[in-house]
């Protein structure tokens, strides 16, 4: 009898845990079997006619576990299509270009080498979350799987789809006005190199690459360039190279972060903005998403450029099916999430690579020079997490504390001066709260206000 599946593996987002001790192969392929069930149910129709996408990236436990959620995919006559060792994305852009019923994504993300786990999207890559799709998964396994029928088995299908991926990721820019840039890449030795790297080497970019073969031991840095220690090389790389430009991601490359010619890491609210007003002046009169730890300068920024802005909860989940209500063209969140409509609504670590390049090569200002106008009216704390025991009573707290001003519950709250803003949530995992917070003052004003909030979550 296999072991109990662990309820804690069980995300908000995704499946994961620890390799080996949380997940192994015989979880692994419990997982398959609940995937295809569930997605026969979300779909209503028998899984022998489920056609289900599959990826994997380059962490070690990657083959073997790729390989035990397939046979449970199969299992009860799915027909799998395998695209290999591929970044997240291209998974999702096998979903949505091929009309599958799902994708399962083997991948642990950014976590450091000793995780696992997948990440899971139904028909039109709309990514199952914790409130439909991911407890179901729990709930099927834990009440006992039956017994596949012998008589029915599914099959595999083994695709190639980097070239077409490739090229369609190519389609949001104009290849020929890129200029030949100096870049410095760092794939992290996750799954940006194969994927972006041919790419960025056809626009004819003076590329300097670090990092950029996937390995599964990260033997430089863990692949989680959000950590400032992860970035560090980067942005000394950019200064000492004298480039225009630095571009690093995550493990399995779903997500790009930038640093600016001055070696300064762009905050991914900033980043939002300045992908909003390009893509305005390509399509105007257009929807855009942020989160609402953003910003304002992503919102004030949409209004100018003529499009229209609604804030949204954070995670990729409700980021693809609000894109899909909306109708938005382009979401964006603090975290270095990019969302595109014409890529399934999915987020992609290549496509905003592509239209900062292009940018770029439009503009004669350098990219700090785009962003000094936000720095210099906007002034964010960035996300700091504390560490509390009792969550809600602090949301309670604060709200008293700050009951003047305009609040939300769109995710956490929100409180909102015309001067200045905030946002706190908890974790859906682990015991803390995050705190976000924006002064249209000055830095000092923001620190101070800051430390305010710091204070009651802390005392």
Not at 72 to 100: F, P
Not at 156 to 169: H, L, N, P, R, T
Not at 325 to 345: K, N, W
Not at 421 to 427: G, L
Request: proline letters at 5%.
């Amino acid at each position: 009898m296999p072991a109990p599946v662990p309820s804690e593996i069980f995300k908000a987002y995704d499946i994961r845990g620890l390799y080996g001790s949380q997940i192994d192969g015989d979880v692994a392929e419990s997982i398959g079997r609940a995937f295809a069930l569930v997605l026969s149910r979300l779909g209503d129709k028998p899984v022998a006619e489920l056609r289900i996408g599959l990826g994997r990236d380059m962490r070690l436990s990657a083959p073997e576990l790729a390989a035990r959620y397939r046979k449970g995919m199969i299992a009860d006559g799915a027909t799998v299509v395998d695209a290999g060792q591929v970044g997240s994305e291209m998974l999702y852009y096998l979903v949505g270009s091929r009309g599958l019923d799902g994708g399962l994504m083997c991948t642990a993300s950014h976590n450091p080498k000793a995780y696992t786990g997948a990440k899971l999207v139904k028909r039109g890559a709309i990514a199952l979350s914790g409130d439909e799709g991911i407890q179901d998964i729990r709930r099927t396994i834990q009440a006992g799987l039956p017994e596949p029928d012998a008589a029915v088995r599914g099959g595999v299908v083994d695709v190639e789809i980097y070239g077409e991926f490739q090229a369609a990721a190519l389609n949001f820019i104009d290849a020929s006005a890129i200029k030949p840039l100096r870049v410095v890449v760092d794939g992290g030795n996750g799954m940006a190199g194969p994927m972006v790297g041919p790419l960025l080497e056809q626009l004819g970019l003076d590329l300097v690459t670090a990092y950029w073969t996937p390995n599964g031991e990260f033997p430089d840095h863990e692949p989680n360039p959000l950590l400032p220690e992860n970035r560090e090389f980067i942005m000394r790389k950019v200064v000492l190279e004298g480039a225009d430009l630095g571009i690093a991601w995550d493990g399995d490359a779903d997500r790009c972060f930038f640093i600016d010619d001055t070696g300064a890491f762009v905050d991914g609210d900033f980043l939002t903005a300045l992908l909003a007003e390009s893509l305005l002046g390509k399509s105007p009169g257009e929807a855009v998403l942020y989160d609402v730890r953003a910003s304002r300068a992503v919102a004030d920024t949409v209004t100018r450029a003529g499009g229209t802005s609604h804030p949204n909860r954070v995670g990729h989940a409700f980021f693809k099916t609000r894109m899909r209500d909306e109708g938005a063209m382009f979401g964006g969140e603090v975290s270095g999430h990019y969302y595109f409509r014409d890529f399934y609504c999915a987020d992609s670590g290549t496509i905003p690579a592509l239209l900062i390049l292009e940018l770029l090569s439009s503009q004669d200002r350098t990219l700090s020079e785009l962003l000094d106008d936000f720095r210099s009216t906007y002034f964010i704390s960035g996300e700091v997490n504390s560490t509390v025991s009792d969550g809600p009573a602090k949301l309670t707290a604060i709200e008293e504390r700050y009951g003047d001003a305009r609040i939300g519950h769109l995710d956490g709250v929100s409180v909102d001066y015309d001067d200045w803003h905030f946002n706190v949530r908890t974790s859906n995992t682990e015991p803390l709260m995050r705190l976000c917070l924006e002064s249209l003052v000055s830095a000092e004003d923001m620190e101070r206000r800051r430390d305010e909030i710091l204070e009651i979550i802390r005392s």
